[in-house]
DNA sequence: CGTGACACGTGAGCC
DNA sequence: TGGCTCACGTGTCAC
């Protein structure tokens, strides 16, 4: 009647040992068999859990198992860190930045409206072929208050790569060259690129 | 003579168990016997360090540890993706919140860090004088994310206004060419200057 | 008394 | 072959 070694694994770790018949009769011993069973099994679990949780793995051992959560575990630690660091930093940046920013924003401003209106910039913007994935601009368009930022962070996240650029500015214009390819596009077709720069600058 | 269950214990998980005495003759049967409790050590001591990098405890149970650092590495991970959910949206200047995909942040900072430090791409500040309030300099720094923009940012704060500025990448570089002057200030030194732009690049 | 947790020694599979 | 890891059953404390 020996069903042993019945619900014992069933995971990876375990490597399918069978354990050696008993004599049917007599020798069924200590009561606590099945609850250290079910204990072995339980810490099993815990174990395997706590491995699909981690994402780097040496070994299928026991102890490599917990050695890797525990590296993991200094990782999530340090980054948390990192990452709340940083974002008390910007917080701390970004309140403090409002007030004195303002009172040359508008000088800035003003001298940059006089200057425009005198001056009348025209924008440009030209696109050549490189080849079939990357392309070489050339925007020109008029300076204003972080207006270039703007222009960076909207094509880096419209996935527009910008590779050797070179930007100029000089009496209220800016301008701006580099290689751009579109890093989820497999064609980057040079009229539809050079639209969707029209556009990004006339938004900002 | 029996000194038994030596080396055992010597931790708080265990609680001090004894070994009932063996004949002081024969019986010493199996090969792997110090194998195993080598094993069995350095699996309970990965355990108990395990055990000391998660703070919330709730038992001293070997399933009850491994189940405190599960929920330690999901909450963990969790914190993760929240901040860097926030650094991103703050990152990105309000407005429209993508769904950032990044798993692998720590990946990408661990890879950052190397790059970094196999690159080695070497700062240099060259600050010269045009008259008493305006000077030139020459800026040269690793390209990073968003580096050049908090350049301009942290600038911008601390009072320099920056014309005829010429910006060029090449290869992991960043050049940065620029008139500056400082809105508040009379007179704008050499020296001071560098040291306080060096600094400014090497705080991002 | 029972229940749960533990270390122990051991046979066996794997490389 | 021997080293390494594993599951197993058991004795033994503590609550």
Redesign the pocket.
């Known amino acids: 009647m020996?069903f042993?070694?019945?619900?014992?694994?069933a995971?990876c770790?375990?490597?399918?040992?069978?354990?050696?018949a008993y004599d049917d009769s007599t020798?069924?011993?200590?009561?606590?068999?099945h609850?250290?069973?079910?204990?072995?099994?339980?810490?099993?679990d815990r174990l395997l859990t706590l491995r699909s949780l981690v994402p780097i793995i040496t070994?299928?051992?026991?102890?490599?198992?917990i050695e890797d959560a525990i590296t993991y575990v200094e990782v999530l630690q340090r980054d948390v860190k990192i990452l709340s660091d940083q974002l008390l930093e910007m917080e701390s940046t970004s309140e403090e930045k409002e007030i004195p920013i303002r009172i040359d924003d508008q000088i800035n401003n003003a001298a940059d409206d006089q200057e425009m209106k005198t001056n009348g910039i025209e924008e440009d913007v030209e696109v050549t072929k490189i080849n079939g994935k990357k392309l070489w601009m050339k925007i020109v368009f008029e300076k204003k208050r972080s207006r270039f930022t703007k222009l960076l962070e909207a094509m880096t996240y419209l996935g527009f790569e910008m590779t050797d650029t070179n930007v100029t500015t000089f009496k209220g214009a800016i301008l701006v060259s580099a290689s751009v390819e579109r890093t989820y596009e497999d064609t980057l077709e040079v009229q539809e690129t050079k639209e969707l720069i029209q556009q990004i600058i006339r938004s900002i």
């Open positions: 020996e042993l070694g019945s619900a014992s694994d995971s770790i375990t490597r399918a040992r069978r354990r050696q020798e069924f011993k200590s009561k606590n068999l609850a250290e069973r079910r204990r072995r099994q339980k810490l099993s070994n299928m051992n026991k102890a490599s198992i």
